[in-house]
């Protein structure tokens, strides 16, 4: 079972808008939280964005009101919505699953994600 990033990444111009979106492949998988993460170049992974199964949600304060997680049962996908990107947000961007719910503060934690998706790169630049 593997989160897999698919589409939405690419080159974008600064006030522009991206969305990947991350589907869970194999037999019937609902994870307890799935989470977006970035990692630019010679940096560390960062936190982006969580929904759990219950759809609460959590951003980290650069993506609060830019960006928005969103969660379609049906399609066992989950869309991370990137509006107002900025040259600052261009970074590889990956979905991760924990299949069990676990509590709100460990949502932001990369260490505890089971599954990993391969990653999608936005670049925003003009």
């Known amino acids: 079972l593997m989160c897999s990033c698919r589409r939405g990444g690419g080159l974008v111009q600064p006030g522009g808008s991206l969305r990947p979106s991350c589907s869970t492949s194999g037999r019937t998988f609902s994870p307890g939280v799935v989470a977006w993460f970035r990692q630019a170049p010679g940096k560390e992974r960062d936190f982006v964005s969580a929904?759990?199964?219950?759809?609460?949600?959590r951003y980290a304060d650069f993506a609060r009101g830019r960006f928005a997680i969103s969660r379609d049962r049906a399609k066992n996908t989950v869309y991370l919505q990137m509006n107002s990107l900025r040259p600052e947000d261009t970074a590889s961007y990956y979905c991760?699953?924990?299949?069990?719910?676990?509590?709100?503060?460990?949502?932001?934690?990369?260490?505890?994600?089971?599954?990993w998706g391969k990653g999608t790169l936005v670049t925003v630049s003009s």
């Open positions: 991760a699953a924990r299949q069990v719910r676990i509590v709100y503060s460990s949502w932001s934690d990369p260490n505890v994600m089971d599954y």
């Open positions: 929904v759990d199964s219950l759809g609460g949600t």
